[in-house]
């Protein structure tokens, strides 16, 4: 059994919060079943996992919540210390006004004092109102980034989230949010793995002194009617897989891993989660590295999938939303 101490920490540039493990379990799943998931994220503290990813829209944080409540009950963990938490502002409260209080609700959601991390969840500002999966179009507004930023920093500054940060953000989105930036974002939690490797993304981040947490790091959530996983069933993986001995999940973990990029890794099975965690203890070749670089890019999470395919984008344009620039 792996142990919480066998997960090195990443200590990050921005914010007063603790070091982050450097590899997470996320909780979106479609539908979301409470129980399935409180399970899991107990399974998933026995064999190590101290960071846990959720998010408003995901509806897993009051699940999340009640496995750690339980995990201190049974003394997996001395304390809810020992976890770092990170949940996400979702799109229709992303106007100045509705930061504060939609952490609040999170908070409340999670039973917690504090997140570890709060990002925005995209660079994409929704009408307020009730969540609607995929977004109207017309809904879509214009993204107040230094107004939201602002009271970012404020629950921050109040403690509620000891850092704070981005998600699904371009180099160009985190242009407008350094210009109005005190604290600036500490991550950028993005869509990467070796079939989308984010290679200029990554190089930005870099100088800026951003940390990069890659979300489907094995090819990201089955959906209903989405084609198979490029990254599960790529034969560059599979080879380099079966010659050291490992599965193709943690060759992907192990080199987004040695990109000092810290993946966000979502299964609900004991067992893959211990396998998953299992990537600190070897290395990837030279040579494994450069056919891993030879592999064909491809993206999965684009702005336009966040949008029913009917009606208009009737104040803002599609490309000022989108995730990626490759």
Same mark, same amino acid.
């Given at each position: 059994?792996?142990?919480? #101490?066998? !997960?090195?920490?990443?200590?990050?540039?921005?914010?007063?919060?603790?070091?982050?493990? #450097?590899?997470?379990?996320?909780?979106?799943?479609?539908?979301?079943?409470?129980?399935?998931?409180?399970?899991?994220?107990?399974? #998933?503290? %026995?064999? @190590?996992?101290?960071?846990?990813?959720?998010?408003?829209?995901?509806?897993?944080?009051?699940?999340?919540?009640?496995?750690?409540?339980?995990? *201190?009950?049974?003394?997996?963990?001395?304390?809810?210390?020992?976890?770092?938490?990170?949940?996400?502002?979702?799109?229709?409260?992303?106007?100045?006004?509705?930061?504060?209080?939609?952490?609040?609700?999170?908070?409340?959601?999670?039973?917690? +004092?504090? !997140?570890?991390?709060?990002? =925005?969840?995209?660079?994409?500002?929704?009408?307020?109102?009730?969540? *609607?999966?995929?977004?109207?179009?017309?809904?879509?507004?214009?993204?107040?980034?230094e107004g939201v930023w602002r009271e970012m920093e404020e629950c921050h500054r109040?403690?509620? #989230?000891?850092?704070?940060?981005?998600?699904?953000?371009?180099?160009?989105h985190l242009d407008k949010i350094l210009a109005a930036a005190t604290v600036p974002?500490?991550m950028n939690q993005v869509e990467l793995n070796p079939v989308w490797q984010q290679?200029?993304?990554?190089?930005?981040?870099?100088?800026? @002194?951003?940390? =990069?947490?890659?979300?489907?790091?094995? @090819?990201?959530?089955?959906?209903?009617?989405?084609?198979?996983?490029?990254?599960? %069933?790529?034969?560059?993986?599979?080879?380099?897989?079966?010659?050291?001995?490992?599965?193709?999940?943690?060759?992907?973990?192990?080199?987004?891993?040695?990109?000092? !990029?810290?993946? =966000?890794?979502?299964?609900?099975?004991?067992?893959?989660?211990?396998?998953?965690? +299992?990537?600190?203890?070897?290395?990837?070749?030279?040579?494994?590295?450069?056919?891993?670089?030879?592999?064909?890019?491809?993206?999965?999470?684009?702005?336009?999938?966040?949008?029913?395919?009917?009606?208009?984008?009737?104040? !803002?344009?599609?490309?000022?939303?989108?995730?990626? +620039? %490759?």
């Amino acid at each position: 059994m792996a142990s919480a #101490a066998a !997960v090195p920490e990443v200590a990050l540039r921005s914010g007063n919060g603790r070091p982050m493990p #450097a590899i997470g379990m996320g909780t979106a799943s479609c539908p979301i079943v409470p129980e399935t998931t409180r399970d899991a994220v107990l399974a #998933a503290l %026995e064999v @190590g996992y101290r960071h846990f990813d959720t998010a408003y829209l995901y509806g897993s944080e009051q699940p999340l919540g009640e496995a750690v409540a339980e995990a *201190v009950r049974r003394g997996l963990v001395v304390a809810r210390e020992e976890v770092f938490i990170t949940s996400k502002l979702w799109s229709t409260r992303c106007h100045p006004h509705l930061v504060l209080p939609s952490l609040r609700e999170t908070l409340q959601n999670l039973q917690m +004092e504090y !997140v570890d991390m709060y990002l =925005i969840h995209l660079p994409i500002s929704l009408k307020p109102g009730p969540t *609607v999966f995929p977004a109207k179009r017309e809904d879509a507004m214009p993204f107040d980034f230094e107004g939201v930023w602002r009271e970012m920093e404020e629950c921050h500054r109040l403690g509620l #989230a000891k850092a704070i940060g981005v998600s699904n953000f371009t180099a160009t989105h985190l242009d407008k949010i350094l210009a109005a930036a005190t604290v600036p974002p500490a991550m950028n939690q993005v869509e990467l793995n070796p079939v989308w490797q984010q290679r200029k993304l990554r190089a930005y981040c870099a100088e800026k @002194g951003i940390h =990069i947490i890659a979300h489907s790091p094995l @090819g990201g959530l089955k959906w209903p009617g989405s084609e198979g996983n490029a990254v599960l %069933e790529c034969e560059v993986l599979a080879e380099i897989a079966k010659a050291r001995g490992k599965s193709i999940a943690q060759v992907a973990l192990r080199w987004i891993y040695e990109q000092g !990029v810290s993946p =966000i890794v979502k299964s609900f099975s004991k067992e893959r989660l211990k396998q998953n965690i +299992e990537i600190f203890d070897w290395e990837l070749t030279e040579d494994d590295h450069i056919k891993i670089e030879q592999i064909p890019q491809k993206v999965v999470n684009t702005a336009k999938g966040m949008f029913s395919p009917e009606g208009e984008f009737t104040s !803002v344009n599609l490309s000022d939303m989108e995730f990626f +620039e %490759e």
